[in-house]
């Protein structure tokens, strides 16, 4: 891909704040407790039912910052996991691990928004 990924819809994100920089910093803490808690249960060897409901969950904090890369990945690996299919461990490493890959830049950028929105305390051109 030669552009840069959005990781974040700075957009988005304000819309579903409100436009308000408090609140979205909120979300954004919020969004990092999710991560921090589900992406615990995102094991390849577990049961598919669980991951799939911890993929669904970061899936849905995603979208609440307008996360739209991580929310695509996480649907994906939900959709596998709640198929009747059988779930090889390794394509079920290979759903998380995309899921992780988009984790990593996000959380980056989460960072970086959430010190915009503290330093000035409103919302920048995305």
């Known amino acids: 891909m030669s552009e840069e990924i959005k990781w974040i819809d700075r957009t988005q994100l304000s819309a ?3 436009g308000d920089a408090e609140l979205a910093r909120e979300v954004l803490e919020i969004f990092k407790g999710q991560v921090e808690t589900w992406g615990q249960m995102l094991n390849a060897a577990d049961d598919p039912a669980r991951w799939a ?3 669904h969950t970061i899936k ?17 690996a939900e959709t596998v996991g709640r198929s009747e299919d059988i779930v090889t461990r390794t394509q079920a490493a290979v759903l998380l691990n995309d899921i992780r890959d988009a984790l990593l830049p996000t ?3 989460v960072a970086k928004i959430d010190h ?7 919302f920048r051109a995305s």
């Open 60 to 76: 849905g904090a995603a979208l609440g910052i307008g996360a739209l890369p991580l929310a695509d990945v996480c649907k994906a």
């Open 116 to 122: 915009e929105l503290l330093v000035s305390g409103s």
């Open 53 to 55: 409901d911890a993929a």
């Open 16 to 18: 579903n704040t409100a």
């Open 107 to 109: 959380l980056e950028a």
